[in-house]
């Protein structure tokens, strides 16, 4: 089997569960790691080339000329290496992972990535090994992949660094709580008899679970037109300020359909009862998309599920978890919110 970009691997996957497991739950063992918050590339180096790709296997290589540079320069021999990049921020001594800046970095314009690449630059942290020379390790248990990763990139130098690892579950459970304030999401278990699954979710991740009480402000028209897609949700700052914070989806079918009703008596309307025309924030990752919604008078509470925050937004989309008729919308602020204790990011890497 060939691996190189013209003929990609599909990274191998993780499902989520609620726990850290127990070692002895899998057969032979696990090793846990640190779960990365950055972009899941795959680097392909023939001893000349480099090509940087990404989960979905689109070549990230021209928006990381520093980590394209560094690999010609560093790396040992002809190798393909599974990994994340991630932007490093911060004064030493308190850096974290930052995701903003990362996400910075997936530029058009050629001049901007290479300003980038100077003032926000990026690093590799790698966690398998799947090709070395002329062998493709896909077969090889994970133990025996990792072993030679510590062999022939163990030593070297910035920006290219190994994941830590450990066999340990008590230590894997603390790094799941300290990790976070450096900027981490969560932890990652992988069997160490088990070969690398392209594509398949054979690795564990244990990620943070936390609840808020949000304010609705809005929803979005479900893609096929009838329904509603998502739900808008906000809080207020200590100023009173209603703060956009992200969104909820995944309702069903006759869920969605159902919201459009109860929603109804809040919608905004003007003075002619028409419903007020209300768009969120463009990007540019926004492209063509339709960012518009029906605004609501901020008056009915929910409780979110969660994983982290990422400065004044939910990281990711959150999980609606139920109606909360007993919580006036004003006394829904960002005070609530858990925010980690903040650890340094060179005291993980090290």
């Known amino acids: 089997m060939e691996l ?12 989520a569960v609620a726990v850290v497991p127990e070692p002895d739950s899998v057969d032979g063992g696990l090793s846990y790691e640190p779960k990365w918050d950055g972009f899941r590339a795959i680097i392909y180096f023939d001893g ?24 010609r320069r560093l790396l040992p021999g002809p190798c393909v290496l599974d990994g994340e990049i991630v932007v490093p921020q911060g004064a030493e001594g308190s850096q974290k992972l930052d995701w903003e800046a990362l996400s910075q970095r997936i530029h058009p314009a050629a001049s901007r990535v290479t300003l980038l690449a100077e ?32 062999e022939h ?3 070297l130098p910035h920006p290219f660094h190994l994941t830590t690892t450990t066999t340990d579950v008590t230590v894997a459970r603390r790094w799941l ?4 304030g450096a900027g981490l999401d969560g932890v990652v278990a992988k069997p160490l008899n088990a070969a690398y699954a392209p594509g398949k979710r054979l ?35 200590k100023d009173g300020v209603l703060q956009n914070v992200g969104g909820a989806s995944a309702f069903s079918n006759a869920r969605r359909l ?3 009703d109860e929603l109804a008596p809040l919608v905004k309307r003007d003075a002619h009862g028409d419903v007020v025309a209300a768009e969120t924030d463009r990007s540019r990752f926004s492209g063509s998309k339709d960012v518009s919604f029906v605004p609501l008078e901020p008056t009915r509470v929910v409780e979110v599920q969660y994983d982290q925050m990422e400065g004044m937004r939910f990281r990711h989309t959150v999980q609606f978890a139920r109606w909360r008729p007993d919580r006036e919308a ?21």
């Not at 190189?4 to 499902?15: F, I």
């Not at 004003?330 to 090290?350: E, H, K």
């Open 119 to 150: 003032t926000t630059p990026a690093m590799f942290v790698a966690f398998d090994l799947l090709g070395w020379g002329d062998e493709v390790l896909l077969d090889t248990p994970f133990a025996e992949r990792r072993a030679l990763l510590d």
């Open 153 to 155: 990139f163990g030593d």
């Open 258 to 260: 159902e919201l459009v």
């Open 203 to 237: 690795m564990l991740k244990i990620k943070h679970h936390r609840t808020a009480d949000v304010v609705v402000v809005g929803y979005r028209v479900h893609k096929s037109g009838s329904g509603v897609g998502s739900l808008l949700l906000g809080l207020y700052t």
């Open 4 to 15: 190189s970009p013209s003929h990609p691997v599909s990274p191998q996957l993780a499902k």
């Open 177 to 180: 709580i300290e990790f976070e």
């Open 48 to 71: 000349e080339n480099v090509e940087i790709g990404s989960r979905g296997s689109k070549m990230l290589t021209r928006y990381f000329p520093e980590l394209t540079d560094a690999c």
């Open 330 to 350: 004003t006394s829904c602020t960002f005070d609530q919110l858990d925010r980690p204790i903040a650890y340094d990011l060179d005291d993980v890497l090290a």
